[in-house]
């Protein structure tokens, strides 16, 4: 079946840039689907970061558009989430999800998560 | 952007009963693009239903939608314990972004 593993650094200094990468194995991004970003920040609710089809179409959230790359690697079946100039707020558990039900500007509703990666921004 | 909001923001209930959990939109969500999450302490949320009325696979028929335009409610007929967790609503029926309700937390009476 589907599955998807999140990795990357768990703490990230002030200013710098977040760095995750998503595996995908199961299934070949190139056959479709968007495949997106979501973080928790911790005890709160979800926030929709952005997704990103095979091709390099991308969507992000206004509200972090200005700091936020999502890219596809299709040779390693695997996609990348940069957000630049974090700050303690950006302190959250990082998901990413397939992204099915297309609905257009790269929404639809997720269906295969992975298991989340925590981030603390902290000097 | 549509705001999503959910109530009660807590629902205590024992198990076999009936639950009721609200999302209301700030504006009409196109096609009934609406989706339900269940999130347990420590895990990945689970799609529960999507398209406002469409039970995801595996997902046991006590877990129902419902609901149109700006309204839209999860029933679960008869709670089991596997049951208290958190639920989110989230709508994707509009340009960037998708969003989320706050959630609704069901726990044990």
């Known amino acids: 079946q589907v599955q998807l593993q999140e990795s990357g650094p768990g703490l990230v200094k002030p200013s710098e840039t977040l760095s995750l990468t998503c595996a995908v194995s199961?299934?070949?991004?190139?056959?479709?689907?968007?495949w997106g970003w979501i973080r928790q920040p911790p005890g709160k609710g979800l926030e929709w970061i952005g997704s990103?089809?095979?091709?390099?179409?991308?969507y992000y959230n206004p509200s972090l558009k200005s700091r936020v790359t999502i890219s596809v690697d299709t040779s390693k079946n695997q996609f990348s989430l940069k957000l630049s100039s974090v700050t303690a707020a950006d302190t959250a558990v990082y998901y990413c999800?397939?992204?099915?039900?297309?609905?257009?500007?790269?929404?639809?509703?997720?269906?295969?998560w992975g298991k989340g990666t925590t981030v603390t921004v902290s000097s | 952007e549509i705001v999503l909001t959910q109530s009660p923001g807590t629902l205590s209930l024992s198990p076999g009963e009936r639950a009721t959990l609200s999302c209301r939109a700030s504006?009409?969500?196109?096609?009934?693009?609406l989706a339900w999450y269940q999130q347990k302490p420590g895990q990945a949320p689970r799609l529960l239903i999507y398209?406002?009325?469409s039970r995801a696979t595996g997902i046991p028929d006590r877990f129902s939608g419902s609901g149109s335009g700006t309204d839209f409610t999860l029933t679960i007929s008869r709670l089991e314990p596997e049951d208290f967790a958190v639920y989110y609503c989230?709508?994707?029926?509009?340009?960037?972004?998708?969003?989320f309700g706050p959630g609704t937390k069901v726990d044990i009476k």
């Open positions: 999800a397939r992204t099915s039900g297309y609905s257009g500007y790269g929404s639809g509703y997720m269906d295969v």
């Open positions: 199961g299934y070949s991004i190139s056959s479709g689907y968007y």
């Open positions: 990103i089809y095979h091709s390099g179409s991308t």
């Open positions: 504006q009409s969500v196109s096609s009934s693009y």
């Open positions: 398209g406002a009325s």
């Open positions: 989230q709508q994707y029926g509009s340009s960037p972004p998708v969003t």
